[in-house]
């Protein structure tokens, strides 16, 4: 079955996963920027992962027929410095130009702090100032419900953004309907220990439909699976979804909402 | 065109209730654990065994509730973070 995983970060993952990823049906994978585990030194840390981003990863995923497609900025965790993360963000423009980058994320919040909204909405008018799509992260765990109440609430203070072109990732069952119901697309990642497990997306799913919905791995550095959205196509259909109804999650959502790209062609 | 055809019940218990059944012997087990380890306790514990009453009540949105009782429910936003990370309850 064809799929599209559409959080991945690959630049902590090794080629073998790549070939697993090819072999399960993974046709592209998008790659937001994020933490890389430990706060990089300087911007130019940042200009090294950006090239890593949209030149080698690229170069890497194809050679498993996999197309690479890749989101800037910088993360929430290391936003909460601003003056370091306007002096990275000026480095982003330029990277804008490359043939693989969709758009701005993934952006949010970490700790909900005055920082990292000032930074988030910094980003925000970036995106809409280049009319790109915007990929937002919610917080971890005790966070996220805070965080992504406060991310609702500054997005709608920008009057030019088309809801459409958004998506707020790492949804769970108390966050969801806040997201949906203001029109955003909403992401639910499949992690072994937090967020998601498969059979709660699947329940999400049942409940909410599955129309402005996809699922990732956002498999990185940290306790992860890149199978999870394949696995979770199995399960969905140990639980009856149809062919149809598992290949609209998986890969016509993703690609309808990645499309809004004129980057995004398979 | 119906895109899914919902299991029964019993089709659900078949398929699940082992798996559930172990995970709920873990979470009585790591309980047990933390009263039987030396040491002093913290707020996620008591965050837990109140997030647990949810288990018992006949509602719809059980997840929800239990993902409620374990966020931070705080209105005030600090100029910036102490820590970088998340211990999965909120300290009161």
């Known amino acids: 079955m ?12 090794t080629t073998d996963d790549y070939e697993k990823l090819a072999i399960a049906g993974c046709e592209a994978l998008c790659e937001p920027a994020f933490w890389a585990g430990f706060d990089r030194s300087s911007p130019d840390g940042f200009y090294d992962y950006f090239r890593q981003l ?4 690229p170069k890497r995923a194809a050679k498993f027929g996999i197309k690479h497609f890749s989101w800037l900025c910088i993360n929430p965790k290391e936003a909460d410095d601003p003056v370091f993360a306007r002096e990275v963000m000026s480095i982003i423009p330029q990277f804008l130009l490359k043939p693989t980058v969709l758009g701005i994320g993934e952006i949010g919040l970490n700790k909900n702090t005055q920082n990292e909204l000032k930074i988030f909405e910094e980003h925000v008018q970036l995106a809409v100032d280049h009319d790109l799509p915007i990929l937002i992260h919610t917080p971890h765990l005790e966070d996220k419900l805070k965080g992504t109440r406060l991310i609702i609430d500054s997005l709608a203070n920008f009057s030019k953004i088309d809801r459409s072109k958004v998506i707020i990732d790492h ?47 956002a498999c990185d ?36 909402f990645l499309s809004q790209s004129p980057k995004f062609v398979l | 065109m119906k895109s899914i055809n919902m299991l029964t019940k019993q089709e ?17 087990a790591f309980l047990d654990r933390i009263d039987r380890h030396e040491g002093e306790s913290d707020f996620r514990v008591s965050a837990l065994k109140d997030a647990i009453q949810f288990l018992g009540e006949d ?22 973070a102490t820590f970088q990370g998340a211990t999965g309850a909120a300290q009161s």
């Open chain 1, 171 to 217: 949804v769970e069952e108390h966050t969801i309907q806040h997201v949906m119901d203001e029109g955003y697309w909403a992401g639910m990642t499949l992690y072994p220990h937090s967020k998601c497990s498969l059979d709660r997306a699947i329940d999400m799913l049942e409940i909410y439909g599955s129309d402005r919905l996809w699922m990732n791995s």
């Open chain 2, 59 to 80: 509602r719809p949105d059980r997840s929800a509730a239990i993902l409620n009782a374990l966020s931070d429910h705080s209105t005030e936003l600090p100029q910036s």
């Open chain 1, 221 to 256: 550095w940290g306790i992860s699976d890149p199978m999870a959205v394949p696995k979770c196509a199995v399960q969905m259909k140990a639980r009856q979804h149809t062919v149809e109804a598992i290949t609209k999650v998986i890969y016509d959502n993703p690609r309808e």
């Open chain 1, 54 to 57: 949209t030149d080698y990863e």
């Open chain 2, 12 to 28: 659900l218990l078949d398929l699940q209730f082992i798996e559930i059944r172990h995970k709920l012997i873990d979470l009585g």
């Open chain 1, 2 to 13: 064809r799929y599209i995983e559409p959080h991945a970060h690959m630049v902590s993952r």
